[in-house]
């Protein structure tokens, strides 16, 4: 049996559903999940033609309990309007989805209760407000018990360094304060699924280290599940093992970050230094891509050993010294959208 988290989906095709009993029951489902979009062109200088915009293009895959998945892809994916499906906000135009075994179209304001939301581009606090009435706020709206919600607050207070601004009013805030005042926000409910879009936008070095250590103390300790949605893509290297890779709406891979090179067919670089300049180096286990006077880079597949390659070549050619360069993971994943078909799909 195939394990959607450890098997890349070919380009564009479905992701098995099934997986072992070992791994808990998914808290996410989501099965030939379609989004499309009716929108009006201008077509000439009166007339207006409609159009449908495939969003999100027969999507499935499930999330269990306490995992931290990475949910990626270029601008206009998808993953926003997944994201909106899975909060309720957008309504599928096919396929079916669950969260924590609710339909999150029907029931909305039920799973509200259970999930939280940061979307990093907005914030969900009240401007004119400190962060301690906003937090009095989300107390009331949710009706949390007065126990948990000041066990919950003092919590995210200590760990997201909130102290010193529990006081201030939003508006007044940095962005990166303002964004581990928003994710406090969306914990104090103590929800079971924490959707994160662009958690790490705009923030300087210091605040992301801090958003992300909590995340991953969230994670571990509390087991939330997490669903991450980032154009860092160092966010998704040190928190998710598990990464989804979207584009014009299809899953084009689903597994772990590691697998991603595989299904980038990604190489790593020799640089090789040798005593003189000499003409491209020719070997039959990797390609010379760059000369530049005594320096030399030979392109060889990320998935085989340097070693026979740097065996041939040092009996060979008069090599000082050599290194080996890991395959950048943002090339790979350029490589993987540039090697679709073009265009997207209209209906
Ligand atoms: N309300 C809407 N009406 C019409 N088209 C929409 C609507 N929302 C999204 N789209 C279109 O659906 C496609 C997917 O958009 P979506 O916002 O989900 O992408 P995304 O992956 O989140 O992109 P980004 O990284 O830029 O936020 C885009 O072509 C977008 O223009």
Redesign the pocket.
């Known amino acids: 049996m195939t394990d959607p988290h450890t098997t890349p989906a070919a380009p564009g095709s479905p992701v098995p559903a099934s997986r072992p009993s070992s791994v808990p029951a998914p808290v996410i489902e989501l099965t030939d999940v379609e989004k499309v979009?009716d929108?009006r062109k201008r077509a000439g200088l009166l007339r207006r033609e409609k159009q449908q915009?495939r969003?999100v293009d027969g999507i499935s895959f499930t999330v269990p309990r306490g995992e931290m998945v990475g949910y990626i892809?270029?601008?206009?994916?998808?993953?926003?309007?997944?994201i909106k499906m899975l909060t309720g906000i957008l309504t599928p135009s096919g396929g079916r989805v669950r969260v924590a075994g609710i339909d999150p179209a029907r029931e909305r304001t039920v799973l509200a209760r259970r999930i939280g939301v940061v979307f990093g581009q907005r914030t969900t606090l009240w401007w004119d407000l400190p962060l301690r009435d906003s937090y009095r706020l989300v107390h009331r709206m949710y009706r949390i018990p007065d126990r948990r919600f000041r066990e919950n607050l003092d919590r995210c207070v200590d760990l997201l360094d909130l102290g010193r601004l529990m006081d201030v009013p939003v508006r007044q805030l940095s962005l990166g304060q303002r964004m581990r005042g928003d994710i406090a926000a969306a914990l104090l409910h103590d929800p079971e699924v924490l959707y994160l879009d662009e958690p790490t936008i705009g923030l300087d070095v210091v605040s992301k280290a801090k958003v992300r250590e909590f995340l991953r103390e969230l994670n571990a300790e509390r087991s939330v599940t997490i669903l991450l949605t980032t154009?860092d893509l160092t966010d998704i290297e040190q928190l998710c093992r598990r990464v989804m890779v979207?584009d014009h709406?299809k899953l084009m891979y689903d597994g772990p970050l590691a697998g991603l090179h595989e299904a980038g067919e990604s190489e790593r670089i020799l640089v090789v230094d040798l005593a003189r300049e000499l003409p491209p180096l020719e070997t039959g286990l990797a390609r010379t891509v760059r000369v530049e006077g005594p320096r030399q880079w030979l392109a060889f597949p990320a998935d085989r050993s340097a070693a026979p390659l740097v065996a041939e070549l040092a009996a060979a050619y008069p090599v000082v010294d050599l290194s080996v360069r890991e395959p950048d993971i943002e090339a790979v994943i350029a490589r993987m959208y540039a090697d679709r078909p073009g265009g997207?799909s209209r209906v």
């Open positions: 979009f929108i915009v969003a892809g270029p601008n206009g994916a998808g993953k926003s309007t997944t154009h979207i709406g997207r």
